[in-house]
């Protein structure tokens, strides 16, 4: 049998050269053990030696990560680091999801419910998964029609649908001045142009839509009213209402971005309970559940149902037959709800690490959210920011990845906080902070 000593060596080595990179997770002890034929008593051993080493530290629920790289003191603007801490994406995944998910899809690998599984579906969906949508998608004050619902692939082709059915090529739609990047892949795809809308502390401000239709007509608004992706705001009652009563007098639709809006279930009501004859509401599972199975949802007002169906089917967005039933049953036996709750504890917690690392910085944040906003000190300019803690080994998100138009970019960051484990979550934030206190300069000579 190895000494579990030398078998520790090895792994030392690779997260030394890079094979393992900050933040990845290593295998299961018994994966791990099976691998390298060793006993699984000898893997605990091994991994617990790592432990003492500092090279990984343990997340309960979640598994065994490599830790984030040690920061050397020195010029921002040194040789880049090989290992990477990702806080860019956005991910979050709850302890045991994996675990809870998987019990659901049990029922599937029986034949008979496999071959309904993969027979194509409508953009309508099943009965039972427009009821099941309907009930996930429920709101304070607020139930969509469960035959109003559609199904899409995932979030952003349910986004694209909409679009496409509501903006014509060359088409203007008025978009929060910060917006979704992905928002801006598919407006050039399809052809459309962007027009950037101002918004304040409480998010998207109505006079700006009169304002830019007045200039040149618009043909439709997108927002995010809900934890807006990246600066966290999240609409008041009044501002919908206040939007609601803009598109109305405008005689515009919008498009409702309503991803990230299960990690606030205290929020006032969707933009689509103020203005129920003009909003399409789009969400989806990717982030609720996991990326990897997505469902995306569309509820349109009746008066655009035929041509968001019709989008969806000449786009060949419509959802999977497999992902329709596997989402329909975690919606009815509980686990969908027991996993976005398990998230928003987690974004609470990770909101809490940003709260204390990044004490003393202009940060914008929602204790709810999985991302916050950080207006860097005046020392700093955002690219030359990321840059340097590329250099580090940590990725962020630059401003000018959310402006639209040709406006310039403020010097902010956007800082992903879903999904690195919680210890590498507060040590790379840790670096970050000592970072931005140094200064571009600090350390260079002439």
């Not at 990560?65 to 806080?87: I, S, W």
Request: glycine fraction near 8%; proline fraction near 8%.
């Amino acid at each position: 049998m190895q000494d579990f000593r030398r078998v520790a060596d090895m792994v030392a080595r690779q997260i030394g050269e890079g094979r393992w990179r900050a933040g990845e997770r290593l295998p299961t002890q018994r994966a791990f053990a099976k691998r390298y034929g060793i006993a699984e008593s000898t893997a605990s051993r091994v991994y617990g030696e790592l432990t003492r080493r500092g090279l990984v530290v343990g997340e309960v629920g979640r598994g065994t990560f490599v830790r984030a790289a040690q920061v050397v003191p020195g010029p921002a603007l040194a040789e880049p680091a090989q290992a990477r801490v990702d806080l860019e994406l956005n991910h979050p995944v709850a302890a045991g999801q994996s675990e809870l998910l998987a019990a659901g899809l049990e029922p599937l690998t029986r034949p008979d419910q496999l071959a309904v599984a993969l027979r194509p579906v409508s953009a309508s969906g099943t009965a039972a998964a427009r009821s099941a949508a309907a009930a996930l998608l429920a709101r304070k004050d607020w139930t969509p029609a469960a035959d109003a619902v559609l199904f899409a692939g995932s979030g952003r082709q349910a986004v694209a649908a909409a679009l496409g059915a509501l903006v014509p090529a060359g088409g203007r739609l008025g978009v929060e001045a910060f917006t979704y990047p992905v928002l801006k892949a598919i407006a050039a795809r399809l052809g459309i142009v962007l027009v950037p809308l101002a918004c304040d502390r409480q998010g998207l401000d109505p006079d700006a839509v009169r304002a830019a239709h007045r200039d040149a007509p618009l043909s439709a608004v997108y927002v995010q009213p809900t934890v807006h992706n990246p600066l966290t705001v999240t609409m008041p009652d009044r501002r919908r209402a206040d939007l609601a009563t803009a598109l109305r007098a405008t005689d515009l639709p919008a498009v409702e971005d309503a991803v990230w809006s299960f990690l606030r279930p205290d929020a006032p009501p969707p933009l689509a309970a103020y203005a129920p004859e003009r909003v399409i509401l789009a969400d989806s599972t990717s982030k609720r559940l996991a990326p990897g199975l997505a469902l995306g949802f569309a509820v349109p007002p009746p008066a655009f149902a035929d041509r968001l169906a019709a989008a969806l089917r000449s786009g060949a967005w419509t959802a999977g037959g497999y992902a329709l039933q596997a989402v329909t049953g975690w919606i009815t036996d509980g686990t969908a709800a027991t996993v976005a709750a398990g998230k928003r504890a987690d974004a609470a917690a990770r909101q809490s690490v940003a709260a204390q690392a990044l004490a003393g910085f202009a940060v914008r944040r929602d204790p709810h959210a999985c991302f916050c906003w950080w207006e860097l000190p005046e020392r700093w300019r955002a690219d030359t920011f990321t840059a340097a803690a590329a250099r580090r080994g940590i990725a962020v998100t630059p401003a000018a990845a959310f402006v639209v138009g040709p406006h310039r970019a403020p010097n902010a960051v956007r800082i992903g906080l879903a999904s690195p484990p919680l210890p590498v979550l507060r040590e790379a934030l840790t670096a970050l902070a000592a970072l931005a206190r140094s200064g571009p300069d600090d350390g260079l000579v002439e």
